[in-house]
């Protein structure tokens, strides 16, 4: 009777501990709202997102977020521009080009890189990068989205690489050994025939990848240079979502306008980060059909 | 030589400069962290206090800080985690919930880590009102890196054949029995390798203990859980950007930085060894 008894609590515990995923997401998700929603009743939602000029601690303050979406759109979409094709690239160097002691060595160096910490990576951006572009160009600062695209398009390439290769594994054989029948070279059956094939799964690490950017904060923080401006240029300072929460949310008070609405740039990434995962969802169920 | 075969080589040849530029950007930063930081590592740097303003000293608050936050994270991740994945591998069908399960497990490794940081703000700072400390900073990464370890967690369940359920349960065990004797034995050192790499990730993490716990300069150990504590992450990152004399202690940023990811790097590598071991012993 006792077993039964103890049986029962510990598989009541194993069913908590599984649904305590979707539990948490919705705290996050309410928190967020709660924290953050006031805003929008004093700022108004539209005036929020499209407000020109972020000045929280002005009297009054202005809080408009605008210039931090454009600053990590741009900052994203450099990167996206550098580690989309050079992780696809490599995913297909690693998966079809590589023999198998290569594959394993290559493997094993993406490993590396993804477990290299983002702080870190800021760092030596900061040290080596920054004052490379800022010489590159002769402009006055290397601190600019330019050097942050860089740095966080190689944070991006381990989520890209894996992923797509992967993809490319799980294309069937006989695609490959029918084009390679019918006389194609290698290079052809990949170009035409496995990309095809590996497309969802490659779309859906590149947005994986893009997830991994836009929500990525230290290392954009450190080489961004900050500016709330909204950017015309690469060669330019911008500051983005996540560095003005991480920047700002050690300064404010609790309560004050400027607190709410660092929370509701929280909501705002908190929406971006699960569209980019519903869509990659999407497409990777697509490739299981 | 035909056209078809000069376009194979110059195609192998871009996917091999792609991955060669690749490479030698990861070898160009380890080289300058180990170059400029091994010269500054010794035992004072690793076991003393930092002095006069962190430009002189050592690291040990730093680095008992975040072994102390990555052992609170592995308390609240694994058993967690764990449980999450014997539930979704063992007990569950293919249902609705599953399916929501496991879109709220993608979802939640796809949330910024600072939007853990303000999660852990509301929660355990001031929900819970255990204020800026090792315990809520250390449950902050804890929920942040539990998609990590069901994750693996549920691939090492899956690794275990069937067979092995199936002989228990046709001398009577019951479901928990079957798992407790026959599943989790040959399933932990799987599980185990992957929520090492998973906790390797949250050492070295900063934006979720920002404003969870970590400590701009303590020159003494933490006391207990509940008091604010050095981290070496965050360390690297004051001392980079936030310090005033950043030039002066440029190679302090250097150590710390060599140390952290040295520490990560060794975690991995545990992580990796037990992989390579527990393949050997399955084809064995």
């Known amino acids: 009777m006792l077993k039964k008894i103890k049986e029962f609590i510990i598989e009541r515990l194993i069913f908590l501990s599984g649904i305590a995923s979707i539990v948490f997401v919705l705290l996050i998700f309410i928190f967020l709202l709660k924290e953050g929603i006031s805003i929008f009743k004093t700022v108004g939602l539209f005036d929020f997102l499209s407000g020109r000029f972020w ?14 979406i454009m600053g990590s759109l741009l900052v994203t979409l450099g990167a996206v521009v550098i580690a989309v094709p050079l992780g696809i690239a490599s995913a297909f160097y690693i998966a079809e080009v590589a023999s198998p002691r290569v594959r394993d060595a290559l493997k094993s160096c993406v490993e590396v890189l993804s477990a290299i910490p983002s702080v870190v990576l800021g760092f030596i951006g900061m040290v080596t990068l920054v004052p490379f572009v800022k010489a ?8 600019t989205a330019f050097s942050g695209s860089i740095m966080l398009a190689f944070m991006a390439l381990p989520t890209i690489i894996s992923i797509s290769e992967d993809a490319i594994n799980a294309v069937p054989r006989q695609y490959k050994e029918g084009a390679i029948a019918l006389g194609a070279t290698h290079w052809q059956t990949l170009y035409r025939v496995i990309i095809h094939g590996a497309m969802p799964g490659v779309i859906a690490a590149s947005m994986l990848g893009i997830g991994r950017v836009i929500g990525e904060t230290m290392a954009v923080m450190m080489i961004t240079g900050n500016a709330a401006v909204i950017p015309t240029t690469f060669l330019q300072p911008v500051r983005t979502l996540t560095a003005t929460i991480a920047a700002e949310m050690g300064e404010t008070v609790r309560g004050s306008e400027h607190y709410y609405a660092l929370f509701a740039i929280g909501i705002v990434l908190f929406v971006i980060s699960f569209l980019i995962n519903v869509t990659a969802d999407l497409f990777l169920h697509k490739d299981k059909r | 030589m035909k056209l078809k075969n000069v376009t194979q080589a110059a195609g192998f040849l871009f996917l091999r400069i792609c991955v060669t530029a690749a490479i030698l950007a ?4 380890l080289a300058d962290i180990v170059t400029k930081g091994i010269g500054v590592i010794s035992w004072e740097f690793l076991t003393t206090m930092p002095k006069n303003g962190m430009t002189q000293g050592g690291i040990l608050p730093a680095i008992v800080g975040t072994f102390l936050v990555t052992v609170i994270t592995a308390l609240l991740a694994i058993p967690l985690g764990m449980g999450c994945a014997i539930y979704l591998n063992e007990y569950a069908s293919d249902t609705k919930l599953t399916r929501l399960i496991r879109m709220s497990i993608r979802n939640l490794s796809g949330v910024p880590s600072i939007v853990y940081g303000l999660f852990g703000v509301i929660l355990f700072v001031q929900l819970m ?6 315990l809520s900073a250390g449950m902050t990464l804890g929920l942040m890196t539990l998609p990590w370890t069901i994750t693996a967690s549920e691939e090492a369940l899956k690794n275990v054949p069937r067979s092995y359920r199936e002989g228990a349960l046709a001398l009577g065990a019951t479901k928990w029995q079957t798992i407790r004797t026959n599943v989790l034995p040959y399933a932990i050192p799987g599980m185990l390798t992957g929520t090492i790499l998973g906790l390797s990730r949250a050492a070295g993490e900063t934006a979720p203990i920002l404003f969870t716990g970590a400590a701009f300069y303590l020159p003494f150990l933490p006391k207990s859980l509940f008091s604010q504590f050095m981290a070496l992450p965050y360390h690297l990152y004051v001392m980079s950007t936030q310090h005033h004399a950043i030039s002066k202690v440029r190679p302090i940023a250097y150590g710390t930085a060599l140390v952290l990811i040295t520490m990560v790097f060794a975690m991995n590598l545990v992580a990796v060894i037990a992989r390579y071991r527990l393949r050997k012993i399955k084809m064995e």
């Open chain 1, 55 to 68: 000045y929280p601690i002005s009297d009054p303050p202005k809080l408009g977020i605008l210039p931090l």
């Open chain 2, 26 to 29: 990861l070898v160009v930063i």
């Open chain 1, 136 to 143: 590159l160009f002769k402009i006055p600062t290397g601190l």
């Open chain 2, 129 to 134: 009102n255990l204020g800026t400390c090792v």
